[in-house]
């Protein structure tokens, strides 16, 4: 059937986790910082008084209470939606579908940027689209090429309508886009017609509190903005937001509502007397702090391993989750992934987020959710996988 | 609570904390939140607030009463708690 997504992109499993293995590969957030005690106390007093409320199905909107609590954390991009332009979602995956499938056609081309985010690879394959590569140079997007390739598969009789993106802290790379190059992206983008997907869930993670403007800021008309409380809150709520123009917000509200019949108004709730009570300055100064601490844990490690003029090359993130280390001379990562698995460590291979057997040299270690203390020995095993004469790939002639 | 009568909040007050928490302006602190276009789970975030703010806890029937759930009608709940807590605490 149409649904079928190829056997290679299915999802890697992230969050599996057991035994001694130091996970380097699923993008968790760190839980720790979360103020339990007082989340409790909400939620117990969220239930008390309004549970018949909270616990009963909704309308596929953003909850009135919600919306300050979006427009805080949009704000500090400088973007802000109200009402008729948001849509809830159980987190951005599901943003991700909502569009691919309310949106667009199947049988049209999705522009991606890569190396991608599998879970966005694999939504838009599910629909019913076809992937190609977004155009990029050593800055990252760029709309002059861009141009050329939307014109070229038009003129081959592709339908392109949608480019996908991850602009800020981009998972796998941490790469941020500059605003002069958004700018220029936007430029192109009205005049090819295309619309942007802007997925931002580490826009706000970065270590030094800077933010970057959002695309959404320069042309919410244009930019189809998933937004999620996964990273700066927690992903166990499964909350998270589509902005985007009226008429699409509307359309993509019907398919939410296909897809999931309601939002949880339990996790509205919630989240909205969160920020009431406490806004969220002080919980995402929190989370940067934690990851700007295991960032360089992880890149201190990694230049004592692997040392800065080995075959690895990568270079240390401002914010986000990962780290994108690549080999020099385009070795297959996967072929190191069994050796991982003997030293007790793992680590996501590149072949993951390309779309067409691309970025197979990269590999993405996420150094979020390892506790502090064991990051170094993961790092001393994973160097020791990766400098181990490289195996063929199973298989191979 | 342990506030001077001068010290007692007012419905002024009270119409600022509605005001902060659900972001509309109250003109008239009598109308009901829904007509001011407050949702149901606004009002019970609102609640939250007013319950922890005030160390009370407020009957959850109110939240499903519009003619309770004005900014004054709340306010005299948290008065009425207020009050009903004074000689437990007087005794302690």
């Known amino acids: 059937m149409w649904t079928d997504i190829r056997p290679e992109v299915e999802m890697p499993r992230l969050f599996e986790r057991g035994g001694d293995v130091i996970s380097f ?17 909400q939620l117990s007093r969220l239930v008390r008084l309004g549970g018949k409320l909270a616990l009963q199905y909704t309308t596929p909107h953003v909850a009135g209470a919600l919306v300050p609590a979006i427009n805080d954390l949009m704000a500090r991009e400088g973007t802000t939606a109200g009402a008729d332009r948001l849509v809830p979602t159980g987190g951005s995956q599901m943003g991700l579908m909502a569009v691919g499938l ?8 999705v522009l991606v940027q890569t190396p991608a985010y599998p879970g966005a690879a694999a939504a838009f394959r599910t629909a019913g689209l076809t992937l190609h590569p977004a155009p990029e140079d050593a800055d990252g997007l760029d709309a002059a090429a861009l141009r050329e390739t939307v014109l070229r598969l038009r003129a081959a009789g592709r339908t392109v309508r949608l480019l996908y993106c991850n602009p800020t802290f981009q998972n796998p790379t941490g790469a941020t886009l500059s605003v002069a190059r958004r700018h220029e992206l936007l430029a192109a983008a009205r005049e090819l017609d295309l619309l942007l997907i802007e997925d931002n869930p580490y826009g706000l993670l970065s270590f030094d509190g800077e933010t970057t403007t959002a695309l959404h800021a320069l042309d919410p008309d244009r930019v189809i903005y998933l937004g999620t409380f996964s990273k700066v809150f927690a992903p166990g709520l ?41 806004g969220w300055s002080d919980l995402l100064d929190a989370y940067r702090t934690s990851y700007k601490e295991r960032c360089a844990l992880m890149a201190d490690a990694l230049e004592a391993e692997l040392g800065t003029d080995g075959p690895w090359q990568w270079e240390r993130p401002g914010g986000g989750f990962y780290i994108w280390l690549r080999h020099r001379d385009g070795v297959d990562t996967t072929r190191f992934a069994e050796a991982a ?57 | 609570m342990n506030q001077s009568q001068s010290d007692q909040p007012t419905q002024s007050q009270f119409d600022q904390l509605v005001e902060q928490v659900c972001a509309v302006t109250v003109t008239d602190p009598e ?61 302690s």
């Not at chain 1, 309310?102 to 081309?109: K, L």
């Open chain 1, 102 to 109: 309310g949106i667009a056609a199947p049988g049209e081309t």
């Open chain 2, 31 to 91: 109308t009901p939140l829904v007509d001011l276009g407050v949702d149901s789970l606004h009002t019970i975030a609102l609640v939250m607030a007013v319950e922890e703010r005030y160390g009370i806890e407020i009957d959850p029937e109110v939240i499903g009463d519009p003619s309770l759930t004005s900014s004054a009608g709340l306010w005299r709940s948290v008065q009425d708690q207020l009050a009903a807590a004074l000689p437990a605490r007087a005794g």
């Open chain 1, 25 to 41: 590969a699923g993008g968790l957030p760190d839980l720790d910082v979360l103020p339990l005690e007082t989340i409790s106390a």
């Open chain 1, 341 to 397: 698995a003997e030293h007790g460590v793992s680590y996501v291979p590149g072949s993951h987020f390309g779309i067409d057997g691309e970025h197979a040299d990269g590999l993405r270690l996420c150094f979020s959710n390892v506790a502090r203390g064991r990051i170094a020995e993961g790092v001393t095993r994973l160097a020791a996988a990766l400098s181990a004469p490289v195996p063929a790939l199973r298989g191979a002639a």
């Open chain 1, 238 to 278: 499964r909350c998270g937001w589509i902005a985007a123009p009226e008429q699409l917000a509307r359309t993509l509200r019907r398919t939410t509502e296909i897809m999931s019949l309601s939002p949880s108004a339990l996790a509205q709730a919630a989240l909205a007397a969160f920020h009431t009570r406490a």
